[in-house]
């Protein structure tokens, strides 16, 4: 099998940083055709708040707590006029239920106004949102304004770094890391099926190396085998 002129033969070592980025994009897209987030959302700002809630808490447990959260506040109104206390028993499931309700109704307030009840649409802008960080900021340009972007969760730092495409732990070094490897069209797309992978095949314990699509190039996977024998 071959992808680009990279033959499945060769060995993950001697594949550069690019190659094995287009491998990944490859296989991944092969395994995850329905590139999706996980995060459930009908209102654009509606996938930022649960950004918000998703820190240091599932996809799971967030879309539990949302599915009532807003039909409790239906709009950005309901959100900015929430009495705190109450906004943070609400989402207090997700942890952090203070910092998280702040930023919230903060985040609220400030896209009515001075944005006019709009989501920005550039990454400088939304990340003077309370609460949204260079991760959920990067999640909104790709998803809700089809922008190319690199959302670094823990997924996405870890799989990357496991691949051998960056040596990086820090979020936004890995950014800039993966920006350089991953063509702009597919890097939102990408980065999805990165987390799906983490939660199916690349698992933070007990990875399965033995089944896993993308072993043969590698590096950690590579490794594995190699001590293994």
């Known amino acids: 099998m071959c992808y680009n002129g990279i033959s499945k033969i060769m ?25 999706a987030c996980s995060l459930n959302f009908s209102k654009p700002y509606e996938l930022m708040f649960a950004a918000r809630l998703s820190a240091q808490c599932t ?34 499931p997700c942890g952090f239920y203070k910092m998280k309700a702040k930023s919230l109704k903060g985040m609220a307030q400030k896209l009515l106004e001075d944005f006019g009840g709009e989501i920005p649409r550039t990454l400088e802008e939304l990340l003077t949102l309370p609460g ?13 304004w089809g922008k190319p972007a ?4 823990t997924h996405f730092i870890r799989i990357t770094g496991r691949l051998g495409l960056t040596e990086n732990k820090e979020p936004a070094k890995v950014e800039r890391d993966l920006v350089k490897l991953i063509p702009p069209d597919k890097s939102s797309d ?3 099926r990165i987390v799906q992978f983490g939660r199916d095949t690349c698992r933070a314990r007990a990875p399965k190396c033995g089944e896993c699509a993308l072993n043969y190039f590698c590096g950690y996977g590579l490794k594995n085998a190699k001590e293994a024998k």
């Open 11 to 35: 060995v993950g070592d001697e594949m550069t940083k690019k190659e094995k980025a287009e491998l990944a994009c490859a296989e991944l897209e092969k395994i995850y055709p329905e590139a």
């Open 59 to 92: 996809d799971a447990r967030v879309n539990i707590v949302t599915e009532k959260l807003f039909v409790k506040y239906p709009t950005l109104e309901a959100f900015a006029n929430a009495d705190l206390e109450e906004l943070e028993q609400d989402v207090k």
């Open 132 to 144: 949204i960080g260079r991760k959920t900021a990067n999640l909104v340009m790709g998803d809700i």
């Open 150 to 153: 690199i959302v670094t969760d």
């Open 190 to 192: 990408f980065c999805h």
